[in-house]
């Protein structure tokens, strides 16, 4: 796997050796990222169930000031350490070992609040729209900041969430993007 763009252009990053990962494909993540703008003049990222933490490197990459990349597999997150010393930005990187839900505890009680959020959960196991009511009703993101969800491609999140308001989505072959804006201002 490699990062797209940015100034971590072409540089490799490792995975997990498992099969319980499912990285997101090059071409969605440029695509994905794309429809961000491409390109960040800081601000903060969060890689919920990040996996090898390509999305988050990603967003670094392209000019994120931070990442937080949480995943409850140990597996995942020794990887994401590896990736970030790699690339030599460990001093940007936040790495959480635990279940997503802690790790939301834990960023509302550190007052963090971010520019993008990306989910991307197993997707038998996804409890999405709990995540999206925790991160509305805490108010987690900037004003203005986007959120998005990779999901299996039959599955639909057209809901708003009272600060979060739906945008669009796009398929990619199995794979849905849902696009949200929180909107502090109702």
Do not use: W
């Not at 990222?33 to 890689?47: A, E, K, T």
């Not at 639909?156 to 929180?182: I, V």
Request: aromatic share 10%; with cysteine.
């Amino acid at each position: 796997m490699r990062i797209v763009a940015g100034k971590y252009r072409s540089r490799r990053i490792e995975t997990r050796s498992s099969s319980k990962t499912r990285p997101t494909l090059d071409k969605v993540r440029e695509a994905v990222f794309s429809s961000l703008g491409g390109s960040f003049q800081g601000g903060s990222f969060l890689d919920l169930y990040a996996g090898s933490g390509a999305n988050g490197f990603e967003a670094l990459s392209r000019g994120m000031e931070r990442a937080v990349f949480v995943d409850s597999s140990a597996e995942a997150s020794a990887v994401i350490r590896q990736n970030a010393a790699s690339l030599g930005c460990i001093e940007n990187c936040d790495i959480y070992c635990m279940k997503d839900t802690k790790a939301l505890d834990l960023l509302k009680a550190e007052g963090r609040r971010f520019k993008v959020i990306y989910l991307d959960p197993p997707y038998a196991q996804q409890h999405n729209i709990q995540i999206l009511n925790y991160i509305d009703e805490n108010e987690m993101m900037n004003d203005h900041g986007v959120l998005v969800i990779e999901s299996d491609a039959k599955d639909h999140f057209t809901q708003n969430y009272r600060h979060l308001k739906y945008l669009f989505d796009k398929e990619y072959g199995m794979t849905r993007m849902t696009y949200y804006r929180y909107e502090e201002k109702l």
